[in-house]
């Protein structure tokens, strides 16, 4: 029989019962220049065992380069709590980082499209 004070902090109701500012130690912006189409990817110089729950998640999600809003999607945060996630990944060597695209080049439809639909779950 498993002690309650076990389970997860899952209220299947309400969602998760951690709340944003939780994750994020209560601050509010990023420490890197993150914009949602901003790609991140692993170093390997972090193994996710060594990293709180959130960073973990977060880190095992970037192992090919993905972008921050396909990041926040998956992971069901707020946009702003995620890029302070990341952050701290790259802070840590954990992630690198790459401005998206130029801007003369026209927009990828498939990569507007996936973000509209990350958009849309949150």
Not at 7 to 30: K, M, Q, V
Request: contains cysteine.
């Amino acid at each position: 029989m498993t002690d309650p004070r076990d389970e997860p902090w899952f209220d299947h109701e309400a969602g998760p019962l951690l709340r944003p500012y939780t994750l994020t130690n209560g601050r509010t912006s990023p420490s890197a220049s993150l914009t949602l189409l901003s790609m991140v990817r692993t170093t390997g110089r972090v193994a996710p065992e060594r990293l709180a729950p959130e960073h973990a998640n977060a880190l095992e999600l970037c192992r090919a380069a993905t972008s921050v809003a396909e990041v926040a999607a998956h992971l069901r945060q707020p946009a702003v709590v995620t890029k302070i996630l990341l952050s701290d990944l790259i802070d840590w060597g954990a992630l690198t980082t790459r401005a998206p695209t130029a801007v003369n080049e026209p927009p990828d439809r498939h990569l507007l499209k996936a973000l509209l639909h990350g958009l849309q779950q949150l």
